[in-house]
């Protein structure tokens, strides 16, 4: 079944410590990116990769770090949470820049406190 | 970075009405998508528009993208309980940007 998976579903965690939400879809897609999503904010990007080794920034891109070191995964990298960071997170991938419709991963709830 | 406007944000309606939403934005796309969240789930995408003028149905669903490039319209028709959702606008650029509408939340009453 074509899908993009995320790990955890739910995390809640403290002020500081280091976390990964770990993303993988099994499209052979090359465009892959993240979201957060905030009551009254829509989603927001945060980064986006049109490929392997290249990653841009999106819209809300601080305090978070990306990787995309092979082609079905691309983790969120939170190094220092803070509280401000608690949302909603999606993944989403798609065949490639110039295919607009995404698949979307079935979201993290993260809790920072 | 871009800016959607989409309206409005809430509706309540009975079950058998007719829906519309819309988005606007002071810069001009090529391609608006509309996309819908089920509660507690990731959004999945409802239409894909590509060119002005164009009129798309998906079954009770239709969306226009605006002639100007700069608006869309989705309409559902007859909706019914399952229709409960948000829905959202959003527009991406050629460098790989996407850009999502604060969406429009919709409660059906059966």
């Known amino acids: 079944e074509a899908q993009v998976t995320q790990n955890p579903r739910y995390l809640i965690t403290v002020t500081g410590k280091k976390l990964t939400v770990t993303c993988s879809q099994n499209?052979?897609?090359?465009?892959m990116s993240w979201y957060r999503q905030d009551p009254g904010l829509g989603l927001r990007q945060i980064y986006y990769?049109?490929?392997?080794?290249?990653?841009d920034k999106g819209d809300v891109p601080e305090g978070y770090k990306v990787s995309r070191k092979e082609k079905r995964n691309f983790p969120l990298i939170l190094e220092s949470p803070s509280p401000n960071q608690t949302s909603l997170y999606f993944c989403?991938?798609?065949?490639?820049?110039?295919?607009?419709?995404?698949?979307f991963g079935p979201g993290t709830r993260l809790t920072v406190t | 970075g871009q800016q959607l406007n989409q309206s409005p944000q809430s509706m309540f309606i009975q079950e058998g009405e007719d829906v519309s939403m819309n988005c606007t934005s002071s810069?001009?796309?090529?391609?608006w998508l509309w996309y819908k969240q089920d509660p507690g789930e990731g959004p999945v995408l409802l239409i894909a528009l590509y060119k002005a003028g164009e009129l798309t149905s998906n079954g009770r669903l239709t969306a226009q993208f605006g002639i100007t490039r700069k608006d869309s319209f989705l309409n559902i028709s007859a909706s019914i309980p399952s229709d409960v959702g948000i829905y959202f606008c959003?527009?991406?650029?050629?460098?790989?940007?996407?850009?999502f509408g604060d969406g429009t939340t919709l409660t059906v009453k059966p």
């Open positions: 499209m052979n897609h090359e465009y």
């Open positions: 810069s001009i796309f090529n391609t």
């Open positions: 989403a991938s798609t065949r490639d820049v110039n295919t607009y419709e995404q698949y």
């Open positions: 990769s049109m490929n392997v080794e290249v990653t």
């Open positions: 959003a527009v991406n650029t050629n460098a790989g940007k996407s850009t």
